[in-house]
């Protein structure tokens, strides 16, 4: 099965960085999704959720305010300035992330949904 | 006898002293390679949005013609208003650290008054704004409690306002300047061009595919990018202020406990040369009693 590498860097460091099945940005002109072979993209992202499918088949989400997506055949970076990914070991960090991404997507215009993506995302990961 | 308990106080004072001195060296040594961490960190996310830059601005070279219009890349032969942005820190007790610094941004302001340029200046750090104040110089703006704890919203939202006069053509130069970490012993005044960006900079590269783009407007990704790689060497500025910061404080009490450990030499020597003499003194005086019962 096919795989591509994605990286999500925040100012504060890279928070994400694996292989990947396929994953779904938020970007500023509508989501899109990318699959391993994308053609080569530059995209603005906007506030909100990317859902990750990861090779093992889980799920994982990363609430981001804004950014950029460079996709290339089978490397994905995307350079964001604010991120907090919804998992976690326990019950109780999976919360404190969740509570962590809805403060980050408050500001967004659609956070109603974007917070309702973090929710059932969170549940998935318990 | 006074004498012997006078130099007993005195020691006992500068050994507290030295604990002090040695505690805060130990406090700034591990916060030194917390923010050394944070500064690794975060020197990825400047890579990839350099990165990034260097994309879109190779397709609007390639692409379009009269080149980037952006004013983030105009070259400005003569400007008349300059911002200059300082960097220190809240505390003191770091040697010469914030100090250089401020010689420093002195040193821009005479050199741009002699060309007639108007300066504006924006402080960040409680010792740098206070300075200031007190030799009665106007700050345009200033910022404190942000040097100790980097936090890049404020550094985001301080360095918005800078951005923002430069796109409306208040001013025609950003520096910013900061004392920078280069090993534990050694700090550098950093001079910053941030605005306008020197479009040499970016290097130019080979792109083997063309990258389709959305929203195709490259101006206006430029533009945000551009933004946000402002936000970011602020927020880098502050990280590298601090690990200075700390670097420089734990010289500092380093030489401030050794000089306390020769400070307590030399006054026990002198303590017990004192005892000596009093010891030596009250024999004579048994002794020759002795002598006269005789």
Redesign the interface.
Same mark, same amino acid.
């Given at each position: 099965m096919s795989s591509m590498k994605l990286?999500i860097?925040?100012?504060?460091?890279?928070i994400f960085n694996s292989e990947i099945k396929e994953a779904t940005f938020p970007? *500023?002109?509508g989501e899109f999704g990318v699959l391993p072979e994308h053609?080569? %993209? %530059?995209?603005?992202l906007g506030t909100g959720v990317i859902s990750i499918v990861k090779t093992d088949g889980s799920e994982e989400g990363v609430a981001i305010d804004g950014?950029?997506a *460079?996709v290339e055949e089978n490397k994905t %970076?995307c350079?964001v300035?604010?991120a907090v990914s919804i998992s976690g070991d326990t019950e109780s960090e999976v919360a404190k992330a969740i509570e962590e991404a809805k403060e980050l997507l408050e500001g967004a215009s659609d956070s109603a949904t974007a917070i309702a993506k973090v929710e059932s995302l969170g549940r998935k990961s318990i | 006898m006074a004498n012997l308990k006078d130099i007993k106080r005195q020691i006992k004072s500068v050994k507290n002293t030295q604990k002090t001195t040695r505690a805060m060296k130990l406090v700034s040594t591990a916060k030194l390679r917390r923010t050394e961490e944070?500064a690794k960190?975060?020197k990825?996310?400047a890579a990839?949005?350099t990165?990034?830059i260097d994309?879109?601005a190779f397709a609007i070279k390639k692409y379009k013609a009269g080149g980037i219009e952006s004013r983030y890349f105009s070259k400005i032969e003569n400007p008349i208003v300059v911002d200059i942005v300082f960097v220190t820190a809240d505390k003191g007790l770091c040697g010469g650290f914030n100090a250089q610094t401020i010689k420093q941004v002195w040193k821009l302001m005479d050199e741009y008054k002699s060309k007639k340029i108007k300066i504006r200046l924006r402080g960040i750090g409680k010792k740098g704004v206070e300075y200031f104040k007190f030799n009665e110089i106007e700050l345009f703006d200033s910022i404190t409690d942000l040097s100790a704890a980097p936090d890049?919203?404020r550094a985001?939202e301080f360095m918005d306002a800078v951005t923002q006069d430069f796109v409306e053509g208040d001013t025609d130069k950003v520096i910013v300047v900061h004392n920078g970490y280069v090993n534990m012993i050694t700090q550098e005044v950093k001079i910053d061009n941030v605005l306008p960006i020197d479009p040499d900079m970016s290097t130019e590269k080979e792109e083997s595919?063309?990258?389709?783009?959305?929203?195709a407007d490259d101006e206006e990704?430029l533009n945000?990018?551009v933004h946000?790689y402002i936000?970011?060497s602020m927020?880098y500025a502050l990280i590298d202020s601090l690990a200075a910061e700390h670097s420089a404080r734990m010289q500092a009490m380093d030489a401030a406990t050794n000089n306390a450990k020769d400070m307590v030499d030399k006054l026990s020597t002198k303590y017990n040369k004192a005892r000596q003499e009093s010891i030596t003194t009250e024999l004579i005086e048994i002794i020759s009693g002795m002598e006269a019962l005789k």
């Open positions: 990286e860097v925040t100012p504060n460091g890279s970007g *500023k002109e053609a080569s %993209l %530059l995209s603005l950014g950029y *460079k %970076l350079v300035e604010g | 944070l960190k975060s990825v996310y990839k949005l990165e990034l994309d879109i890049y919203n985001a595919s063309a990258m389709e783009q959305e929203p990704m945000t990018l946000k936000r970011y927020y």
